[in-house]
């Protein structure tokens, strides 16, 4: 059973930037990934990695600002996160398994979410 531990969230201001890390424990998930839910909205894809770099996707609204990586014999993945805006403010859950997570539906392993506030 893999668990997933989020970590890095926080307050910034618009234009900052932040660093989101995931640690998996219990093995090395195939793919990695984000998405975020804001509230009265559904959760949404931000970013996800297979086992390659190769391999990463990303949401058009991120592009160009966010990027992910995987590190530590790629049992965490992060991601980075510059030039924030306002509309970025959501909690960001951290997905895997066993195929890249770019729809919510059908993640295997979630974790518990982390904070993201942008004030502008």
């Known amino acids: 059973q893999v668990q997933l531990v989020e970590s890095g969230g926080g307050l910034v201001q618009a234009g900052g930037s932040l660093r989101l890390s995931c640690a998996a424990s219990g093995g090395s998930p195939y793919a990695m990934g984000w998405f975020r839910q804001a509230p009265g909205k559904e959760r949404e894809f931000v970013s996800a990695v297979g086992w390659s770099e190769s391999m990463t996707y990303y949401a058009d609204s991120v592009k160009g600002r966010f990027t992910i990586s995987r590190v530590n014999a790629k049992s965490t993945v992060n991601l980075q996160m510059n030039n924030l805006k306002p509309e970025d403010t959501a909690v960001y859950y951290c997905?895997?398994?066993?195929?890249?997570?770019?729809?919510?539906?059908?993640?295997?392993?979630w974790g518990q979410g982390t904070q993201v506030t942008v004030s502008s």
């Open positions: 997905a895997a398994g066993s195929v890249v997570p770019t729809n919510p539906v059908g993640v295997r392993y």
